[in-house]
Nanobody, 124 residues
Framework: QVQLVESGGGLVQAGGSLRLSCLAPGNILSINSMGWYRQAPGNQRELVARLSRDGRPKYADSVKGRFTISRDSAGNTVYLQMNSLKPEDTAVYYC??????????????????WGQGTQVTVPS
């Protein structure tokens, strides 16, 4: 079982910054892409940012120029640096590893995995 562990959410005033992290366990052998999604109350889950296998980022128009997605060299951790936060950024943020193939201990695991979600609140 692969559990992605998210951290870094919280409450921040408009204009502030937060950095989200998502850790995947084990020795990652391959991955198609990793990314961040968010879901506000009453809304569908939407893409915030993704990193392709070759490291090219893709951003939602609403966060371009404010958010930056990155990863560590091993690919175990993906980050989302969020600057100039706005009230409309308030949501639960989920990380996603797509096409992950990893070895945890002596066990191999493959599939698409989601983090547990972390709340980001920007009061208006």
């Amino acid at each position: 079982q692969v559990q992605l562990v998210e951290s870094g959410g919280g409450l921040v005033q408009a204009g502030g910054s937060l950095r989200l992290s998502c850790l995947a366990p084990g020795n990652i052998l391959s991955i198609n892409s990793m990314g961040w999604y968010r879901q506000a109350p009453g809304n569908q889950r939407e893409l915030v940012a993704r990193l392709s296998r070759d490291g090219r980022p893709k951003y939602a128009d609403s966060v371009k120029g404010r958010f930056t997605i990155s990863r560590d060299s091993a690919g175990n951790t993906v980050y989302l640096q969020m600057n100039s936060l706005k009230p409309e950024d308030t949501a639960v943020y989920y990380c996603n590893y797509e096409g992950l193939h990893t070895k945890v201990g002596i066990t191999y695991a493959s599939g698409d995995y989601w983090g547990q979600g972390t709340q980001v609140t920007v009061p208006s």
